[in-house]
Nanobody, 115 residues
Framework: QVQLVESGGGLVQAGGSLRLSCAAS????????AAWYRQAPGKQRDLVAR???????NYADAVKGRFTISRDNAKNTVYLQMNSLQPEDTAVYYC?????????WGRGTQVTVSS
């Protein structure tokens, strides 16, 4: 069983930065793709960024050039560095671990960007 715990959310002004962290339990973290999603009120949950076990990264067009996903396998942790935040980035951010057969999810962390 894998548990994911996000942290680092909060309230920030437009143009500011936040760094989200997601700590995973268990021994399978390093072997699987980790991802960040976000869900704004009344909207679907969207993929923001993902990083493979080999550290290949992919980003949604809306965050390219502003967000950076990284991972530290020694700490079983995936990060999301968010720069130049805008009000439209306001959402609950979830981390996910993609494994064969299922995806694991954290409970989310709120990010609010004020204008």
């Amino acid at each position: 069983q894998v548990q994911l715990v996000e942290s680092g959310g909060g309230l920030v002004q437009a143009g500011g930065s936040l760094r989200l962290s997601c700590a995973a339990s268990g021994s399978i973290f390093s072997m699987n793709t980790a991802a960040w999603y976000r869900q704004a009120p009344g909207k679907q949950r969207d993929l923001v960024a993902r990083i493979s076990s080999g550290r290949t990264t992919n980003y949604a067009d809306a965050v390219k050039g502003r967000f950076t996903i990284s991972r530290d396998n020694a700490k079983n942790t995936v990060y999301l560095q968010m720069n130049s935040l805008q009000p439209e980035d306001t959402a609950v951010y979830y981390c996910s671990l993609w494994t064969i057969g299922r995806n694991y999810w954290g409970r989310g962390t709120q990010v609010t960007v004020s204008s």
